[in-house]
């Protein structure tokens, strides 16, 4: 069966880092693009980060130059470096996997950056 874990979330303060991780099974992970999402309550749920097969990436604007996502084959996990957290990167951040015409979410992990 398919299974991506995220781990890592919890609270922290504004200024301060977080690093999530994603462990993937059951899929061919190194043909696999993977990405990063967050869902703030009510809103939807946008596009955080990504990286290709090749470890080409891609941020969104709000989160350029304070979070790297990266990915190591050989452990099947993708990581989401958070820095420098503000009140609104506040989320549930969510794994997906891209292969070939399939996707495959994860649970999601509570982010909370609060004083």
């Known amino acids: 069966q398919v299974q991506l874990v995220e781990s890592g979330g919890g609270l922290v303060q504004p200024g301060g880092s977080l690093r999530l991780s994603c462990a993937a099974s059951g899929i061919f992970f190194s043909a696999c693009a993977m990405g990063w999402y967050r869902q703030a309550p009510g809103k939807q749920r946008e596009l955080v980060a990504i990286v290709t097969t090749i470890s080409s990436t891609n941020y969104a604007d709000s989160v350029k130059g304070r979070f790297t996502i990266s990915r190591d084959n050989a452990k099947n996990t993708v990581y989401l470096q958070m820095n420098s957290l503000k009140p609104e990167d506040t989320a549930v951040y969510y794994c997906?996997?891209?292969?070939?015409?399939?996707?495959?979410w994860g649970q999601g992990t509570q982010v909370t950056v609060s004083s």
């Open positions: 997906k996997g891209t292969c070939m015409q399939y996707a495959y």
